[in-house]
């Protein structure tokens, strides 16, 4: 008997899902856009793995899951703060490695002190049609399948060419972030001066019912004025709206592709990641920087990201 | 009237027409998405129309804010030969059943039979304003006043696919099951966002949508066929359904 080449599941939650750089072009027909919570860790695995950065990859949330390698060879990079397991020995994670049929791969549970989300990438991919364009899963919709126990993760390889087994420099490493960088808007004539200043001189903490749609955040009430009599408008993950109730939300890679409320500011794509990282409870704040940084600190990001591909591709 | 920009942070920017639900004003919005395809400007990742506004997303290290807002400004100024004409769908629904759960309090509370809100509910042509929220849910304007209900108070945790409803001065084609705390009146066994068809989506901003009372076994007849891949909804000035 022959069996499917790639990881087969014997442990896995809900919460671990395949997700790529996220889908674009349906937004306009209600499809979210769904894509990893930190696309920057996303983006390390591929490149640890020696995919390209946008490639598919298992997201995990706090929660872990069991695999048995059922291709001959598998090359994969795990790039998160939960603990690995090989066989049961512990392996440094942020690394990539080579596995052979029958071994065991565990990805542990963590408590998310130093990060929530990982991801698992592996060499050539995993041998899934993409929809709609991407390999986004998006539960709420439908796209995207809930893997299962006794199923197997196919990959495209059987045996994975040769790689090179590396560890990620320190410097790269994502770590939560304590503070979050944001521009203001678009509806800032919803907001007085002073609930504005409360948006950048509150300590946050992110509520517990907090999920890929939406993180809400407790630690001060914002009023805005005339809150409800808004025309439903296109929203962008990173928004941070403000319901009637006055506790602010900033919206995730699921969350729907319109809304009504308005939005105080807009936290930079390079910080939505670092975001995601932070578990329930714990406490940042919001630092108001303008759009012309927000795309220097973008363009940093891309540039050490292609220099660690390319150093990479020397080694 | 000239639209106003705002940046969203460093990688979209919102152009708002005026403030307002009015076919004109939406029409304005299309014709600026279709110019914005037509002209595929560098950069360009994604637009999203609503009522009175568009979300262009874009990317900030091909282009910049300046130069997208001033690709928007001037497509905003143009004609609107670049928009396309919009269909007309009329679309089955049966009212009342299983999920009509709504349609005895909304007759009672406007003081109609159940037949006076079906009739009246039919009687519409509506406008696509809007196709969002999930998969294809598209919202709808044009009903009847007779009919303006408020949202419940409590949404419920998740209506059917295909339920048809109506809040406030709107009406709404849900597309998969979703929370909603809209008001119930029947549902269509047609699905507006179908993955497994050529075509997954067909309703569209800019259509027009009228509805006809099916009876409960005409919608299994329908039903089926929609499972067999075949489009209930039909495509009122061609007359055709199907694929």
């Known amino acids: ?315 | 009237m000239a639209p106003s920009l705002k940046p969203i942070a460093e990688s979209a920017i919102l152009v708002e027409f005026e403030n307002r639900i009015a076919p004109e004003v939406n029409d304005q919005v299309l014709a600026l998405l279709a110019a914005l395809e037509a002209a595929n400007p560098k950069g360009l990742i994604e637009a999203v129309p609503a009522y009175r506004t568009l979300l262009a997303y874009f990317d900030p290290l091909q282009t910049d804010y300046p130069t997208m807002a001033e690709t928007l400004r001037s497509l905003s100024t143009g004609s609107e030969s670049h928009r396309r004409q919009g269909t007309r769908w009329e679309i089955p629904v049966w009212y009342g059943g299983p999920a009509g759960l709504d349609l005895e309090a909304v007759a009672k509370r406007h003081g109609l039979s159940e037949e006076e809100v079906i009739k009246i509910h039919t009687g519409a042509i509506y406008r696509v304003y809007l196709v969002g929220f999930a998969p294809g849910w598209a919202f709808l304007g044009g009903l009847d006043e007779r009919l303006h209900t408020p949202r419940l108070d409590t949404p419920r945790a998740e209506v059917p696919a295909g339920a048809i409803s109506i809040a406030g001065q709107q009406g709404l084609v849900c597309g998969p099951a979703m929370p909603s705390g809209w008001n119930l009146l029947g549902q269509t066994p047609e699905r507006t966002w179908a993955p497994e068809r050529k075509e997954p989506f067909f309703i569209e901003p800019g259509d027009e949508v009228t509805f006809r009372p099916v009876d409960e076994t005409e919608f299994k007849e329908l039903s089926k066929r929609v499972a067999a891949g075949q489009r209930a909804a039909t495509n009122v000035r061609t007359g055709r359904s199907g694929l």
């Open chain 1, 1 to 315: 008997m022959t069996e499917a080449p790639g990881l087969k599941i014997h442990k896995i939650t809900p919460l671990c899902q395949l997700q790529d750089l996220g889908r674009s072009g349906y937004q306009r027909f209600g499809v979210s856009r769904s894509g990893a919570m930190d696309p920057y860790s996303l983006r390390l695995a591929n490149i640890l793995a020696g995919n390209p950065q946008g490639t598919a990859c298992l997201e995990f949330a706090l929660a872990g899951a069991v695999f048995e390698v059922t291709a001959r060879r598998l090359h994969f990079a795990f790039v998160g703060d939960f603990p690995v397991l090989i066989n049961e020995e512990p392996f440094p994670n942020n690394a990539s490695y080579t596995l052979a049929r029958g071994e065991r791969l565990e990805i542990c549970a963590t408590d998310g002190k130093r990060g929530t989300h990982g991801y698992l990438a592996v060499l050539g991919g995993f041998a899934v049609e993409p929809e709609l364009r991407s390999c986004a899963t998006h539960l709420r919709s439908g796209i995207g399948g809930r893997a299962s126990r006794g199923a197997t993760l196919i990959t495209n390889h059987d045996e994975a060419p040769l790689a090179v087994e590396r560890q990620l420099p320190e410097t790269l490493v994502p770590r939560p972030a304590k503070t979050i960088r944001a521009v203001p808007g678009p509806q800032t004539e919803y907001f007085s001066a002073d609930e504005t200043r409360k948006l950048f001189h509150t300590t946050w903490r992110i509520a517990a019912s907090s999920d890929r749609m939406g993180y809400r955040l407790d630690g001060a009430q914002i009023q805005a004025q005339d809150a409800g009599s808004m025309i439903s408008e296109p929203v962008s993950p990173g928004s941070i709206q403000v319901p009637a109730s006055g506790q602010p939300i900033v919206l995730m890679p699921d969350c729907g592709t319109v809304g009504g409320y308005p939005k105080i500011a807009t936290v930079i794509s390079t910080d939505r990641g670092r975001m995601a990282q932070l578990r329930p409870g714990s406490e940042f704040e919001i630092e108001r920087i303008n759009a012309a940084q927000a795309v220097e600190l973008l363009r940093s990001e891309y540039e050490s990201l292609a220099a660690f591909q390319i150093n990479g591709c020397i080694n």
